[in-house]
């Protein structure tokens, strides 16, 4: 692989991109990397202004999708993303939800298009890096899955050699923060309605680890791009801890490595994540 180096993520949704990701966008692109981004849907039911809900009356997806473009814009350029591209497709809402029917939504789409589009972006920038999602979506959302689908399609059609990373909440991670969410009185009910699962505990196993990249110089414009989306509710839950717990929480960023045809985990060499996505690449 040669050439300047490159990193290009496929996200779901506006807002996406700063959760698994905006520390290596922010990180990279200040050590001189061209950092990519490709966004599939409007995240058209996000959460409306004041709060209205995708279900709520006066919902009005096409205004919540304005919103949100808005608010991305600003994120990407908090994080200096260098290149920013939109798929157009429809958010297709949570698994079982009637919209994931809608025509235009992602989780419908033929892939194909999608699928053409993204190889040419990886033909385009020539990225050593790509990042998206695992098979799972990392929580089962059907644009997340879809992300996936495509991306790993896109990398195999374009036939270019790439390090594919999934996003990665270990385990480990996640049972620390909630403990940091309940020590500082944060309801987490909106995501474990029953509490945590325990059986098996939520996030990635920590031995599927490929990579940790330490983020902590750039961790305050990561707390500063979710702030951008300021309509999404679900941010909420990483922003109401002080900002220096923010920080102390969310230093890092992990990430799966795996092989783009077999897609087997690529498990690091004597069991250490590596901490350079760019690892024997720079």
């Avoid at 990180?27 to 279900?55: A, F, I, K, M, Q």
């Avoid at 990398?155 to 309940?182: D, K, N, Q």
Wanted: net charge negative; glycine share 10%.
């Amino acid at each position: 692989m040669t050439g300047p180096l490159s990193l290009l993520a496929v996200h779901a949704h506006p807002d996406d991109e700063v959760t698994g990701t905006g520390g290596v966008l922010a990180r990279y692109g200040d050590e001189g990397v061209r950092t990519v981004l490709v966004t599939c849907t409007g995240g058209e039911l996000g959460d409306g202004p004041g709060g209205v809900g995708p279900h709520d009356p006066g919902h009005d997806p096409e205004a919540v999708a304005r919103l949100r473009a808005d608010e991305l814009a600003r994120s990407c350029r908090i994080l200096g993303v260098g290149v920013h591209h939109q798929l157009g497709y429809r958010d297709s809402g949570m698994m079982g939800w009637p919209e994931n029917d809608h025509p235009d939504s992602f989780w419908r789409a033929p892939p194909g298009p999608a699928v053409e589009r993204v190889a040419q972006l990886l033909l385009l920038h020539r990225p050593q890096v790509v990042i998206t999602y695992d098979p799972t979506g990392g929580y089962g959302h059907p644009d997340h899955i879809q992300a996936h689908r495509v991306t790993v399609a896109a990398v195999r059609a374009a036939g270019r050699p790439v390090r594919l990373c999934y996003t990665a909440w270990p385990r480990s991670w996640f049972a620390h923060w909630i403990a940091t969410a309940t020590r500082w009185g944060i309801d987490l009910s909106s995501w474990f309605e029953d509490g945590p699962p325990t059986d098996p505990p939520p996030g990635t196993p920590d031995e599927d680890l490929g990579v940790i990249v330490d983020i902590a110089a750039v961790v305050e414009r990561k707390r500063q791009a979710l702030l951008a989306h300021a309509s999404q509710s679900d941010n909420g839950l990483w922003l109401r801890m002080p900002a220096e717990a923010f920080r102390a929480e969310m230093s890092r960023e992990a990430f799966v490595l795996v092989d783009p045809e077999s897609l087997d985990v690529r498990r690091p060499d004597g069991g250490a994540p590596e901490d350079d996505l760019f690892s024997r690449l720079r």
